[in-house]
Antibody, heavy 127, light 110 residues
Framework: QMQLQESGPGLVKPSETLSLTCTVS??????????WGWIRQPPGKGLEWIAT???????YYSPSLKSRVTISVDTSKNQFSLKLSSVTAADAAVYYC???????????????????WGQGTLVTVSS | QSVLTQPPSASGTPGQRVTISCSGS????????VDWYQQLPGTAPTLLIY???QRPSGVPDRFSGSKSGTSASLAISGLRSEDEADYYC???????????FGGGTKLTVL
């Protein structure tokens, strides 16, 4: 059974960098059929896509966060990671990692849907 | 402000049929598939409907999805207490080159 598990500090100071890792088990992160992504949910609010990575290292970012976000993949460890710099209170949220099905049509590929999600990890921003 | 628009709340009594709407634009719903996610209290979202109207294995056929133009709907028939959750629509957005979500609809079973 496929599982994703987020890990990283639950408390980050303002202006510092948030770093999270997602460990994938029960499936290979090197599959050509999937993307791997991060989604966040501020307390009491909705879902926001942050970034997506392909096993080859290709990356895709939300335009609103692009200047502060880095996503990367480590196929040898079956993991992918997120870094968000210069955090503020607005970045406090539950951060989810998820697997995204790849869909290609007429030579263009996109993320179709997220079929597996991690349990989420709460990140608080406070000094 | 979410790119896709959902009503913040919906409600129904056990056994009833409830629908939740999701409105977008030509760059997302109008040209791409719509997915729906269910988030039970205190848990991570799970895929409920994909590609407009497809149900993953294990999702009861009480749940159904549809799409028309730049809008989509999720219907839940035979409402049960365990359906009380937040529901999110999502779609790829060609302008943003990424997936976008609705703001979520909190379903209450009265």
């Amino acid at each position: 059974q496929m599982q994703l598990q987020e890990s990283g500090p639950g408390l980050v100071k303002p202006s510092e960098t948030l770093s999270l890792t997602c460990t994938v088990s029960g499936a290979s992160i090197s599959s050509s059929s999937y993307y791997w992504g991060w989604i966040r949910q501020p307390p009491g609010k909705g879902l926001e896509w942050i970034a997506t990575v392909y096993y080859s290292g290709s990356t895709y970012y939300s335009p609103s966060l692009k200047s502060r976000v880095t996503i990367s993949v480590d196929t040898s460890k079956n993991q992918f990671s997120l870094k968000l710099s210069s955090v503020t209170a607005a970045d406090a949220a539950v951060y989810y990692c998820a697997r995204g099905r790849k869909y290609c049509s007429s030579g263009t590929c996109l993320l179709d849907y997220f079929d597996y999600w991690g349990q989420g990890t709460l990140v608080t921003v406070s000094s | 402000q979410s790119v896709l628009t959902q009503p913040p709340s919906a409600s129904g009594t056990p056994g009833q049929r409830v629908t939740i709407s999701c409105s977008g634009s030509s760059s997302n719903i109008g040209s791409n598939y719509v997915d729906w996610y269910q988030q039970l209290p205190g848990t991570a979202p799970t895929l409920l409907i994909y590609r407009n109207d497809q149900r993953p294995s294990g999702v009861p056929d009480r749940f159904s999805g549809s799409k028309s133009g730049t809008s989509a709907s999720l219907a839940i028939s035979g409402l049960r207490s365990e359906d009380e959750a937040d529901y999110y629509c999502a779609a790829w957005d060609d302008s943003l080159s990424g997936p976008v979500f609705g703001g979520g609809t909190k379903l209450t079973v009265l």
